[in-house]
């Protein structure tokens, strides 16, 4: 069968599992958490690169809402003055 | 059979150690292992994932990429199986093991941005391992992994103590100590020669 | 029940278009690849075989044999890969023997992640000379000082181990095609 | 006028005040793998450059049509793509190139740089101003790759793009083409870095 075709098949196939999978899972598994998690979640780049010390930045939102971790320590988001600051109002609430 | 498995193991532990001989999961080594209590329990999920991920990355590649001969879709394949996988995991016991979660799951999205636990599952194709001998290349990954971060982490806790240039602070003089740690490990180079 | 659709709709588009790409550019590439693999062969045949002009391929056991032929096409040597573990990772050795296996014309290390500045000095003319005409009656041997017999080669000081590699190798490659004729 | 100092100073960023290697220290696993000699360096800069534009852009575009919840399976996936590209480019074209390199290809799938920018600017920024950061970090993230690895070569093997640097009887420092050299030389390197950094601000103030 022409490669191009299989590859294709193969690929979608995959992907429409995957995404099977993840959609029945934002559907029947939602935790409700603190809504400003969800907000902080927004606004952090969401890469869980570890750079800042806690493992994913689910968990560097827990630690910043907790007030254990300070902003200034995600590398990644730095880049973004104005949304450090969004970040910092967030927390003062 | 089990000796050539514990050889691996070692070999891949001592030998050729992920972080201090492959260069790999530096952003965490250098982000994460300035205390030692977060060093051990990220050293553990990663161990923990990399010995989940080695089976699923030698069954996609056994069962469908040489199965249709599609060589190129090795790096798509296995990275859109790993995150969707991670996502999913992840929501799981966060939804049926909030304790679990708390402790080790946590450290679970780290696996999609995660540069060893990719080089590890090209290794175990590249290298044609079984599957009993990549999930212990897996294994023997991450405690490599572990080893390197908790030794990392209880010198850089006593470190606070002591005077480091103020330029060097911080990820400076980490990359340093990691640099005499290196050199430390090239002399267990040599230690068992196994493909 | 529309938001999972939309989900899983646009990670099949992009796994669709991915794929199709992908397809087309590995089209594209795939003979360039191949090309280049043959000639990385082809050139380290003619260096181990050095009268050879023309080669052919054939099968022993798990391994191909390149039957050399020299301008007036006459048989004139065969030429092999061997490989196996050095002191870091996985050494590959081309090397090149008489028509009648007995006598090592060259050999040329195509492969090797030595340690830089002294196991890969295994790459270096100094070393590889040293398989030139040597006998295959025996096994090869490694020796620190000068080498006597016919079929000893001196080590690298300070890489003993990747040279007994090399020459283990080699030895082991022989003795697995000693039935090849 | 102002859409142009816009873009000027998203594109200046990226090579100094926000530089991926030195200021953020994000992609170090290539950073320190490959650059033991320059060619190397530009290369693997070069490709992680090419990686992070094309999919900047990409991404940029359909950035309203990617649902939130399956975001970075579909970044990661169409990075994927771009580097089994530049991958397949590299062997067909380049050959010893992509033998040096070797496993360190596939890991810009993974670079903390690329996904990091993906997240934090193409999918909230408009095209233009993607290209302008996607150049600007690939560029900088280029330029300290090779002040790292001519560092390294120089003193590793006295030579700098393969032509010999040195001369008279200088004994090249074996340890900067392996592991222990890379993670010194960077580490020390970062000092410099900060050191030049507090000069130029201390000048700063005193104007």
């Known amino acids: 069968m022409n490669i191009i075709l299989l590859s294709a098949i193969v690929m979608v196939v995959l992907a429409g599992i995957l995404g099977a999978i993840l959609s029945f899972a934002y ?63 967030l927390l003062k609430e | 059979m089990v000796k050539e498995l514990i050889l691996v193991f070692i070999a891949t532990v001592l030998v050729n150690n992920f972080v201090l001989k492959y260069f790999l999961g530096i952003c965490p080594f250098l982000g994460v292992s300035d205390k030692l209590s977060s060093a051990i329990s990220m050293g553990f999920a990663t161990t923990f994932v990399m010995t989940i991920t080695a089976p699923v990355a030698w069954l996609i590649n056994n069962y469908i990429l040489v199965k249709f001969n599609l060589p190129f ?22 939804k049926f093991f909030p304790l679990l979660h708390q402790s080790m799951g946590i450290y679970l999205p780290l696996i999609t941005t995660n540069c060893a636990i990719l080089f590890m599952t090209l290794q175990l194709v590249l290298k044609d391992y079984s599957l009993i001998k990549s999930m212990v290349f897996g294994f023997g990954a991450g405690v490599g992994f572990t080893l390197a971060i908790t030794i990392m982490a209880s010198i850089r806790e006593e470190l606070k103590f002591q005077d480091v240039p103020e330029s060097l602070k911080g990820p400076g003089i980490t990359l340093i100590i990691a640099g005499i740690l290196a050199l430390i490990f090239v002399g267990l180079g040599g230690l068992i020669q196994v493909k | 029940m529309k938001q999972s659709f939309k989900m899983i709709f646009s990670l099949c588009l992009i796994a669709l278009i991915s794929a199709v790409i992908l397809a087309k550019v590995y089209m594209i590439t795939q003979p360039a690849i191949i090309a280049n693999e043959k000639k990385a062969t082809e050139n380290a045949i003619y260096k181990v075989v050095n009268t050879a002009t023309s080669y052919k391929e054939s099968k022993s056991g798990q391994t191909d044999i390149f039957k050399c032929y020299d301008e007036n096409n006459k048989f004139c040597g065969l030429a092999f890969v061997a490989e196996g573990v050095g002191y870091q990772d996985l050494i590959k050795v081309m090397v090149g023997v008489s028509t009648d296996f007995n006598k090592i014309l060259a050999i040329e290390v195509i492969e090797n992640s030595e340690t830089p500045g002294l196991g890969n000095k295994i790459v270096t003319p100094w070393f590889e000379n040293q398989f030139q005409n040597l006998s295959l009656q025996n096994k090869i041997t490694v020796v620190k000082v000068a080498p006597s017999k016919d079929s000893e080669i001196q080590a690298i000081t300070g890489a003993t181990i990747s040279s007994q590699a090399v020459v283990d190798i080699i030895n082991n490659k022989i003795e697995e095609l000693k039935g090849y004729k | 006028m102002q859409r142009t100092n816009i873009l000027f100073s998203d594109f200046i960023k990226g ?24 060619q190397n360096g530009l290369a693997m800069g070069l490709a992680t450059a090419f990686t992070l534009l094309a999919s900047s852009i990409i991404i940029s575009i359909f950035r309203n049509f990617i649902p939130r919840e399956v975001r970075i399976p579909s970044y990661i996936v169409i990075i994927a ?98 592991p222990p050299g ?17 000069a130029v601000k201390a000048r700063k103030e005193k104007k």
């Open chain 1, 27 to 89: 559907s029947k598994l939602k935790v409700e958490e603190d809504p400003r998690k969800e907000q902080l979640l927004n606004l952090l780049p969401g890469v869980n690169c570890g750079a800042c010390g806690s493992a994913s930045c689910a968990d560097f939102a827990d630690k910043l809402i907790k007030g254990e971790a300070d902003i200034s320590k995600c590398r990644i988001s730095l880049r973004d003055e104005n949304k450090v600051t969004k970040i910092k109002d």
């Open chain 2, 73 to 94: 879709l090795q790096y798509v394949c296995f990275i859109i199986v790993i995150a969707s996988l991670v996502q999913f995991v992840e929501m799981v016991i966060k």
């Open chain 4, 15 to 38: 090579l100094w005040q926000q530089n991926p290697t030195f200021r953020l220290l994000i992609g170090m696993c290539p950073t320190l793998a490959v650059t033991s000699q320059v």
């Open chain 4, 81 to 178: 793509t771009f580097v089994t590209i530049v991958s397949l480019f590299l062997k067909a074209n380049f050959p010893e190139v992509s033998k040096d390199l070797g496993p360190y290809v596939p890991l810009i799938i993974v670079n903390c740089l690329i996904l990091g920018r993906q997240e934090a600017f193409a999918s909230k920024n408009p095209v233009y101003r993607a290209i302008a950061d996607a150049l600007g970090m690939g560029i900088g993230f280029t330029l300290s790759l090779m002040v790292l690895a001519s560092v390294r070569e120089v003193l590793g093997m006295g030579t700098l793009l393969g032509h010999q640097v040195i001369f008279g009887n200088f004994r090249p420092w074996v340890i900067m083409l392996t």
């Open chain 4, 182 to 198: 890379a993670f010194l030389t960077l580490g020390l390197l970062l000092g410099l870095v900060n050191i030049i950094d507090k």
